[in-house]
């Protein structure tokens, strides 16, 4: 093939190993797109802890991040590359969209072609998220025996592969890979692979990620899929990040795996099929059963083909209530992170609409797909509903796409279930006292001629510890107060709140959406973001919620 630069505006997998070896830097291409990865909370909730109907927590553990066992998503559709190629979207609303992603901890595309290249669409929605995202090499039958062959025949072809694999990786700026070779390899080279496997992860540097998948063993070069971490896929284990196992374990491996692997458990990955294939507890909704095992054994665990929730929806549960469903069941099992970094500003989008919003005026009225317009989502999006699943259902909020303040969706509080606050965000916004803060909150009723009741709650921690603190103890419970944010007189549970209060300053009014500003300030870390309504409250939307930072200092009046 021609080795000629390129117009790169589309996403796709590098083919072979000719076409890799061939690749240049486009003199065009959507990498200029790709956001930073976001810094996230370096403390993590447990998600049975985490309710998003609750008073703000003063006294709910916080665990180490790097401490707890992580969540692993691995996302493989129909071959991969489907309307999320598109680099500007897709003129559809109905294709697979993720929304879970303070329960994740790691992403990645996956396609049966030799280098996956994740869309920008994906790179994007994660690292807004704080989550890194992963391309995928895989070889597989004889055609991957062929290549590694070539390889590894010389010195030579083993830097080329680790140099171009690093230059696409830095090129299009995710975040590593996960190695997936599923054929026999020649006995006398495995060693040559360790050490492929070795150098690339230092080549890549300790910002990224490599993770071995449990396929060919070491050192005969048979494709045995072990299902567990033992002498015959330790070596790769050693020379990466960590490993993802098949999906054919019992308990019996686990806990072998755990005596095995010491000091780097959590970086054992328990592989969950969520097609069921040969999978603990037989996948589908049954996927939380292997989760339990688990995280019973405090393992990682790697979650395959998440969108089986689209891929197989029916009448009788479409696919929003069954990925609701999904995430509800296994949200118990999660370890929860959340925004960390400011300014930051979220108008909710889901990166899909049947209209695109601006300031809440419809500029087309045309639907579409863009997952690299997806917003920060709740930390607990799993208690949303769309607007026309079962009404008997009580959630939290809906989303709507009937209107919004900006890009396709808003929330919808539309009833009451019962309580009378409702978490937004885990966050671990730090301030030292020194320079205020501002935040802006848009809102706008249903019945225009209605007022719409809330009150919003700050919780700020007077400090979680040093990380050294943290790390040593695994988990964590500090001092926390609360901060009010006052737009109602109302206020629930007036003991619960240790509070000063914020009064609201009203900004403007566009398009009948509220924007209101409160200006406040503390010391410490704000770790959670709470809405408090009264009983008899109306329905409203909410379409924009930002934190920043403001540019004059203050040197007192702190919280």
């Known amino acids: 093939m021609s080795c000629n630069k390129i117009v790169d505006l589309m996403c796709g997998p590098i ?12 003199e065009l291409s959507w990498a200029e797109n790709v956001i930073n990865l976001k810094s ?12 998003c109907k609750d008073v703000p927590p003063t006294n709910v553990s916080k665990y180490y991040s790097e401490s707890v066992p992580k969540t692993l998503l691995c996302h493989d559709m129909k071959g991969g590359y489907l309307n999320d190629r598109f680099v500007n979207g897709a003129a559809s609303c109905d294709d697979y969209k993720f929304i879970h992603w303070s329960g994740i901890d790691i992403f990645v595309y996956f396609s049966h072609e030799f280098i996956t290249v994740p869309p920008l669409a994906w790179i994007n929605a994660g690292h807004r998220h704080g989550v890194p995202v992963l391309g995928t090499l895989i070889t597989e039958g004889e055609q991957g025996e062929d290549l590694w062959e070539t390889v590894l025949a010389s010195e030579e072809k083993v830097q080329s592969l680790i140099s171009k694999m690093n230059a696409v990786c830095n090129h299009y700026r995710f975040d590593g890979y996960l190695l997936n070779i599923e054929n026999k390899i020649n006995p006398a080279k495995m060693t040559s692979l360790v050490t492929f496997v070795s150098r690339l992860k230092n080549s890549l540097g300790t910002d990224k990620l490599v993770i071995w998948y449990d396929s060919v063993t070491h050192p005969e070069g048979k494709l045995d899929w072990q299902n567990e971490l033992n002498f015959l896929n330790r070596a790769f284990f050693e020379a990466c990040d960590g490993i993802y196992l098949n999906y054919g374990w019992n308990e019996d491996k686990l806990r072998a795996s755990i005596s095995r692997a010491g000091a780097r458990v959590t970086d054992v990955f328990v592989g969950v099929d969520v097609f069921g294939r040969g999978c603990y507890g037989g996948g589908e909704f049954n996927s939380v059963v292997a989760v339990a095992k688990a995280r019973e054994l405090n393992l990682s665990i790697a979650i395959f083909a998440p969108a089986w929730t689209h891929e197989c929806q029916n009448e009788s549960l479409d696919y929003v209530q069954r ?28 990166g899909v609409g049947r209209k695109t919003f601006l300031e809440g005026e419809a500029l087309t009225d045309s639907p579409w797909y863009n997952l690299a317009k997806q917003e920060y989502q709740l930390t607990k999006p799993s208690c949303i509903e769309d607007v026309g699943c079962n009404p008997d259902i009580k959630r939290c909020f809906h989303y709507t796409n009937q209107c919004a303040y900006k890009g396709g969706c808003c929330l919808l509080f539309a009833k009451h279930t019962g309580v009378n606050t409702y978490r937004l965000f885990m966050c671990g916004f730090v301030n030292d006292g020194t320079v205020s803060l501002k935040m802006i909150f848009a809102v706008k009723p249903m019945d225009a001629t209605k007022k719409i ?3 919003l709650v700050l919780t700020v921690s007077d400090s979680l510890g040093p990380t050294s603190e943290l790390k040593n103890n695994s988990r964590r419970s ?16 007036e003991e619960d709140y240790s509070a000063i209060i914020v009064n609201s300053e009203s900004l403007k009014v566009i398009n009948n ?19 408090v309504v009264p009983e008899n409250c109306e329905p409203f939307m909410i379409g924009l919620l930002q934190i920043e930072k403001n540019q004059f200092i203050i040197a007192d009046n702190y919280f």
């Open 15 to 26: 083919k072979n190993l000719e076409d890799l070896f061939c690749w240049q830097v486009p």
């Open 40 to 51: 996230k909370t370096f403390f993590s909730y447990a998600g049975k802890d985490w309710s």
């Open 323 to 350: 990925e609701m469903k999904f995430w509800e069941m296994l949200w118990p099992y999660l370890y929860l992170h959340g925004p960390a970094s400011l300014p930051f500003s979220t108008s909710f989008c889901q």
């Open 453 to 455: 009741d809330y009150n």
């Open 478 to 493: 500090s001092r926390s107060k609360n901060l009010v944010l006052r737009n109602s007189e109302f206020l629930a549970n």
């Open 513 to 531: 959406w509220n924007i209101n500003q409160y200006r406040f300030n503390y010391r410490g870390i704000l770790t959670d973001i709470s809405m």
